[in-house]
């Protein structure tokens, strides 16, 4: 079978809104290729050795590559998606000056490619990323995440989803009922149960990310403790869920709202949107850890929060990207 792979080339800044576009069109699948640079700053704490970069895009930049049926009309598709591109610089959004094109391709040229460069990864002192088709034996304590993260969703390669996990360990005591929203993959779900959580409600509107974090929450043998919904945190709270792909456990092991923690891993132009959900989601003394903030957003999150009511407790930096650990106060203060 051939498809149409549309090749974009970026910033990293840019890459999370223009895959989301590129699905949004229904591709069949989305792949991202970063800087191979060693000229960036790497986090060697935990052990990890690099080795010589595996491509030549310049540091800070990105290759995106997306894949559609044959019968798409590939002309019309590109002047749907440069407004969209374009529109990104209102929302502080730099897509750097990109270039577009496409061509004809194999679905064995990319459907399993991508493999090749997603190999084991200790992301944190407790957690270590392993890709299902891979062997790997852990240490004493190391906590595996068996994840299949299909074409588009997270790896925790990303500095954002590594970001999010290391936070979730410093904050998880032990026995927290957890709402993950914009799940993805479902790893930040599974994080949370690996370090200790007691139940986690994880939810995406997208069907397919639904689909594949339900399927690593399988993998992963979690499927009594993590229920993944088809829904928003507004819809959770109203009541109005659009889909629980397992009812008979979505019964068994829903959270009990106010939940102890919520964690959501996307864009701060989204976070910003429903602060208030996640104040009225989270018990008194209940955590907030909000990641996915590029550094141009930090202030305008940051005074989002306050807002809403929480206290920023901390923020934890990865290269150009912020997560806040924010705390609801208790009512007796």
Not at 55 to 69: H, L, M, S, V, W
Not at 197 to 226: I, K, Y
């Amino acid at each position: 079978m051939k498809w149409h792979e549309i090749t974009i080339s970026t910033t990293e800044q840019a890459i999370e809104m223009i895959s989301n576009f590129l699905h949004e069109m229904d591709a069949g699948g989305v792949s991202i290729e970063e800087s191979g640079t060693l000229n960036k700053e790497r986090d060697t704490s935990l052990g990890q050795w690099y080795e010589k970069p595996l491509n030549d895009i310049p540091e800070g930049q990105a290759i995106i590559k997306g894949y559609f049926t044959e019968s798409v009309n590939m002309d019309e598709l590109k002047m749907q998606l440069v407004p969209r591109i374009e529109e990104l610089k209102e929302f502080g959004i730099d897509p750097g000056q990109y270039e577009i094109s496409f061509k004809l391709v194999d679905e064995e040229d990319w459907a399993t490619a991508w493999k090749q460069y997603f190999k084991p990864i200790r992301v944190s002192e407790k957690l270590t990323i392993k890709p299902t088709w891979e062997e790997y034996e852990p240490e004493a304590g190391e906590n595996i995440i068996e994840l299949d993260p299909g074409m588009a969703f997270g790896t925790g390669t990303h500095p954002t989803t590594a970001l999010c996990l290391q936070t979730l360990e410093s904050v998880i005591t032990g026995d927290e009922e957890v709402i993950d929203v914009g799940t993805g993959s479902g790893i930040l779900a599974i994080g949370a149960m690996k370090l200790g959580a007691r139940r986690v409600l994880a939810l995406d509107l997208d069907p397919v990310a639904v689909s594949s974090a339900t399927e690593n929450v399988r993998l992963n043998g979690l499927s009594s403790d993590v229920e993944v919904l088809e829904s928003d945190l507004l819809g959770v709270l109203g009541g109005k869920v659009v889909h629980a792909v397992n009812e008979r456990d979505a019964l068994a092991t829903s959270v009990t709202l106010p939940v102890d923690l919520v964690v959501a891993n996307i864009l701060a132009e989204i976070i910003l949107l429903f602060i208030d959900d996640v104040f009225a989601a989270v018990k008194p003394g209940g955590i907030y850890i909000a990641s996915g903030i590029y550094k141009n957003k930090e202030s305008d999150v940051e005074e989002g929060l306050i807002r809403s009511g929480f206290e920023i407790v901390d923020k934890r930096r990865d290269e150009d990207w912020i997560a806040f650990v924010a705390r609801k106060p208790q009512v007796n203060e």
